[in-house]
């Protein structure tokens, strides 16, 4: 079997300052992981993927998260958020299907 | 390449009756998958559809079921609607074998 938490529900931050969005995975077996984006009423977007090799993974709009095996960690973080960043972000891990988090609200203020 | 065409957007249903949302895969894909998205909370996954077989299914009763044509489109049918399935349904299309899922935009279901 294999879960996600998305440990925080909601994170504020202020534009152009950094911010870090954290992801705990469990699963018997290797997976990939994933982050996605969903801005309001929209889809799914893929922000960056892991499937192997480096910890670090590099994403669209500046985000990068990385993978960390003995925590079964996957955070995701940008070093400086801007206005459009706001909006609901997914971790996921997938083996034959993907299973989904929570979702973390980042809401950047000006 | 053409995306994830979910149809249609919007519906509002009244307890108890049947609802049929579609999806159109992404081209060159043969895998779909139907996920619940309630409001505030992440997706979760229905089932999955290849060969127009349905191939792994989530927590959900028999009542949600489905269908993938041919042309890997897919269907997802909802039949005797509960107040709780008023959610955003995505539907995501990949290659067997891969690591990459295209979603739709939604069908947002209402049901009063």
């Known amino acids: 079997a294999q879960s996600v938490t998305q440990l925080d529900s909601q994170v504020p931050v202020f534009e152009e300052a950094p911010v870090e969005l954290r992801c705990n995975y469990s699963?018997?077996?290797?997976?990939?992981l994933f982050w996605y984006v969903q801005y309001p009423n929209q889809g799914l977007q893929l922000l960056l993927k892991y499937l192997s090799g480096s910890t670090l993974v590099k994403g669209i709009n500046g985000f990068e998260a990385e993978i960390n095996k003995s925590q079964t960690s996957f955070h995701l973080r940008k070093p400086s958020v801007h206005i459009s960043d706001t909006a609901e972000y997914f971790c996921a891990v997938t083996r034959n299907m993907l299973t989904f988090g929570g979702g973390t609200r980042l809401m950047v203020k000006p | 390449e053409t995306g994830v065409t979910q149809s249609p957007t919007h519906l509002i249903k009244t307890r108890g009756q049947q609802v049929t949302l579609r999806c159109s895969s992404q081209s060159g894909h043969n895998t779909v998958s139907w996920y619940q998205q309630a409001l505030g909370q992440g997706p979760q996954f229905i089932f999955q559809?290849?060969?127009?077989?349905?191939?792994g299914r989530g927590n959900f009763p028999p009542r949600f079921s489905g269908l993938q044509f041919p042309n890997y489109s897919s269907e997802l049918n909802v039949n005797a609607l509960e107040l709780d399935d008023s959610a955003l349904y995505l539907c995501?299309?990949?290659?067997?074998?891969?690591?990459?899922?295209?979603f739709g935009s939604g069908t947002r279901l209402t049901v009063v």
């Open positions: 559809y290849y060969r127009e077989e349905e191939n």
């Open positions: 699963s018997s077996v290797s997976v990939y």
């Open positions: 995501a299309s990949s290659l067997v074998g891969s690591d990459g899922y295209t």
